[in-house]
Structures are given as C-alpha cells and as structure tokens.
C-alpha cells in the first residue's frame, strides 16, 4: 500500500504513517542504506541512526552516503513547511555500539587512493563529510534537532561528524583525539566544526596537538554539550526529546539563528575539503608508510578486542 502510494507523491503525510511505516517512508525515498540501522520511538517523534560500519569501525565512504541518503530523504518527506506540525521525524539521534565509537577516516581507502593518485575519489569521500556536516548543523534546515552521543572512545576526523550535530553528548568513559598531525595529514572537516564550540584557538591546540582528552576534559573545552554516567547516553537524549517537544519550534529557530551567525559552514567546508585533498595527495612514501602501518595495527587491535582472526580482507589491506 506505501509504495503504490509513494510513487504518486513527492512527500509523505505525517499523519498517515504508523512507526513501522515512518522506516519504511524513508527506506522507500532514500534507497540501499548500508552500515546504520534505523529505529523510531514514535512517543518523542525522534529517528535513531546507529552507525555499524563493515568490517572496521571508520567513517567509510559506504557510511558517509548512507547518512547522507537518509539525512535528505527525512527533508524531502517532511520539509515543507506544510508538513512541519505533522512530522513524524523531529529529532534525529545518532549512536554507535561495540568497544569504539570511531577510529576515524577510512585509512584503507584513503591509501587504496593514493596508490591510484585518485583525486576523485578524494574529493568525493570530501563532499559526502561536508554535506553530512552541513545538514547536521542546519538541522536539516531547521527541520529538526540534531543530536549524538558517545559511548566510547572516538578518534579523528569521525568525532566530526556527531560534533557537527547541534547537540553532542558523552558517557564518561569515552574520550576523543585527534592524532592526524602526527602522521602529516588532518580531519576534514574538523577546523570548522570545533572551532564553532570550542572557539578557534582552543580547536588548534587540540588539533596541533594530537593529545587525548577525556569526557569531562572535552566538556570543560566546550566541545560537549553534557557527560552522563556510562550506559545513560540514549536515556538523556530520551529525556531531551521529551523536554524539547513542547519548545520544538523555538529551539530548532534558535539552533538555525546562531548556524548562521557563525557564517557560511559550506564555503568554509568546501574549502577545507579541497586542502584536504591536496594534502592527501602530497604525502610523500614515509607518510603513507606511517599510514599504512597505522592501518596495519588497527586490524591487529580489531582482532585482539574482537577475540576473531582477521578477515582476508583485513588481511588484504594490512598488506598495502
């Protein structure tokens, strides 16, 4: 019945839809999502994306498009201002599960690039980073708010992508670095989006640093909006959307006002996106030895946590 009707229709009534259906509106619009699962609690109208990246816990290009994908199917389904009061979606929450939260970019594409000097591919893993930052920080243009929580540790240029949500928060036992100075690169979008919560001088401390800096540390910093004790992340964004209902439309204004104060994010991200791509394609072989060995002890670390032997295409990329 939702199909025959989707197919004569750009949007979806809100109002038509039961919980199972609001999954299934968006599957329907935005195609194959690989790597995240979608859940809806219907009772605080918020959309769960839980990140499950494939064989290693990085922002792969298959999981930048998934989010992406689902990010602009929520906007075209309930975008119109039309369709505001009877959105089903006005919360959308990101979590991830297992013993990281990230490790980062996709070292083994970033190298299987550099082996083919393929700036295109580059430039495309760039601009899924920024879209998928822009429309978080937008709250998909002040559709909804953006949220995200960390339960572990969270590495690189992954941090940026929840970090761009208008609300991030931490269990207290995860932590957050940024270790891309030391192996001669940088996270994409990472300048912009911290030195929006951080202000710039601290964002280029942490980022020339590569320190590690725990829950309460990154708080204090201002780059989180709360710690709560481990295994309470989801119940505070529960209780947040709950909270936040009544006051839905102020917030969401609010949260659009100060975006734009901070200036132009996709000039400024598309920028970032471009030095990032020249940068890559600078590093020289000690570089993208260093890297490749990094690679190499994440698939090492990956099969001591995860108590399994490497897969043969862990063992494949460990080889590059």
Known sequence: M??????????????????CEVIDALRHKAGFLPEVQLAYEAEIKTL?????????????????????KIQKAIYALWGAPDQYHGAPV???AFRGTGPFFTLGGDLDFY??????NDRAALAE??????????????????????????????????????RSCNVMIAEEQASFVYPEIKFNHFPITAVAVLSRRMGSRAAERLLLSGEEMSAADFLAAGALEAVVPTGTGEDWIRKYASDSLPVHAAKTALFSAFNRRAGDLREELEHLGEIWTDCMLR????????????????????????????SPILASAAAL
């Open 2 to 19: 939702f199909q025959a009707f989707a197919s004569h229709t750009q949007s979806v009534p809100a109002v038509a839809l039961e919980c």
């Open 283 to 310: 590093l020289n072989p000690s570089a993208i030895s260093k890297l490749q060995r990094i690679a190499q002890t994440q698939d090492r670390m990956l099969t001591r946590v995860y108590q399994r032997p490497a």
């Open 125 to 162: 893993y760039a601009r899924l980073s920024i879209e998928g930052a822009v429309w978080n920080a937008s709250g998909l243009n002040g559709l909804v708010i953006t949220l995200s929580t960390i339960h572990a540790k969270a590495i690189g240029g992954g941090i940026d992508a929840p």
């Open 48 to 68: 769960w994306v839980t990140i499950k990246p494939e064989l290693k816990p990085v922002f792969t290009l298959q999981l930048l498009d998934s989010l992406g």
């Open 90 to 92: 006005r919360f959308l």
């Open 111 to 116: 190298l299987d690039c550099l082996a083919k």
